[in-house]
Nanobody
Framework: QVQLVESGGGLVQPGGSLRLSCAASGYTLNYYAIGWFRQAPGKEREGVSCISATDGSTSYADSVKGRFTISSDISKNTVYLQMNELKPEDTAVYYC????????????????WGQGTQVTVSS
């Protein structure tokens, strides 16, 4: 049973930083790709970033390139999303998702999701 638990969300001022964590259990991280998604009120879910299990390659949405960094710690079975230079438009519930196939995570067509963590960027 794949389980994902996000943490690290909170309230931050514009220009600030947060680091989100996605702790995985029920499988070993080096066999699964992980993706971060977000959903703001009244908006559709948006892919933010993904990391491949096979070669560590990453992808980012244009809206977060240069500000967000995804990384993984195999020893802790955890994936992180370092978010810098946060903007009010980054406000959303952030979710992590997992799948053995990188493309499946990129498209969000996976059954394995965490419960989400709220990120609010406001002064």
């Amino acid at each position: 049973q794949v389980q994902l638990v996000e943490s690290g969300g909170g309230l931050v001022q514009p220009g600030g930083s947060l680091r989100l964590s996605c702790a995985a259990s029920g499988y070993t991280l080096n066999y699964y790709a992980i993706g971060w998604f977000r959903q703001a009120p009244g908006k559709e879910r948006e892919g933010v970033s993904c990391i491949s299990a096979t070669d560590g390659s990453t992808s980012y949405a244009d809206s977060v390139k240069g500000r967000f960094t995804i990384s993984s710690d195999i020893s802790k079975n955890t994936v992180y999303l370092q978010m810098n230079e946060l903007k009010p438009e980054d406000t959303a519930v952030y979710y992590c998702a997992a799948d053995r196939i990188f493309h499946t995570v990129v498209t969000g067509n996976t059954d394995y999701w965490g419960q989400g963590t709220q990120v609010t960027v406001s002064s």
